[in-house]
């Protein structure tokens, strides 16, 4: 009797989408093309900039969950391979990348819905004076992100990866017109 044995053929997905707001974990699943018994399997994470600092509940699972790290997050994307082996035969992987999208941050200015992802936080200052000679000053209390034009009446922020972590954001605008500030 003669046996022959079939390579495996790895299929890695993500159970979340491949683009995905940035939550608590991932979602994988990796899969056997050829339904073959005794798989073992072996996830790794990786990205540019020391990504894949993140951490698997069970990197040797057919379907492991991932908590990406701050690396991760901050590279917005994290890339996963999973290496199936089976007994003597040859070992084949698969790769599956995910991206994330930063969640909402609230402003004063603005309102964003908890469902709606954004890159960027359009800001609209106004003097309800309508005094002219005004400067403006954006400022956040804890943010670790950027402003486009902080000294603008109008500005764009940038969260970064602290404000993306808290879920929320302090933004200040302080308009000063001679020796009046407000």
Do not use: K, M, R
Not at 68 to 87: A, K, R
Request: glycine share 10%; proline share 7%.
């Amino acid at each position: 009797t003669i046996t022959v044995n079939t390579n495996p053929t790895a299929d890695a997905s993500s159970t979340s989408t491949t683009q995905t707001c940035i939550n608590p974990s991932i979602s994988l699943s990796g899969t056997d093309d050829n339904s073959l018994s005794g798989d073992t399997y072996s996830w790794t994470a990786s990205g540019p900039n020391n990504g894949g600092d993140g951490s698997f509940d069970d990197n040797s699972s057919q379907t492991p969950n991932y908590t990406p790290g701050t690396n991760d997050i901050s590279n917005g994307h994290v890339g996963f391979t999973l290496t199936i082996t089976n007994g003597s035969c040859s070992s084949t992987s698969s790769e599956v990348d995910v991206t994330f999208t930063p969640s909402p941050i609230a402003d004063p200015a603005y309102s964003i819905t908890p469902q709606t992802c954004v890159s960027s936080i359009a800001l609209l200052g106004a003097d309800d004076n309508g005094l002219i000679g005004d400067t403006y000053s954006w400022s956040t209390y804890l943010g670790d992100g950027s402003y486009d034009h902080p000294s603008n009446q109008n500005s764009n922020y940038t969260p970064g990866p602290t404000d993306i972590s808290n879920g929320y954001l302090y933004v200040s605008l302080t308009i000063t017109n001679g020796s009046c500030y407000q």
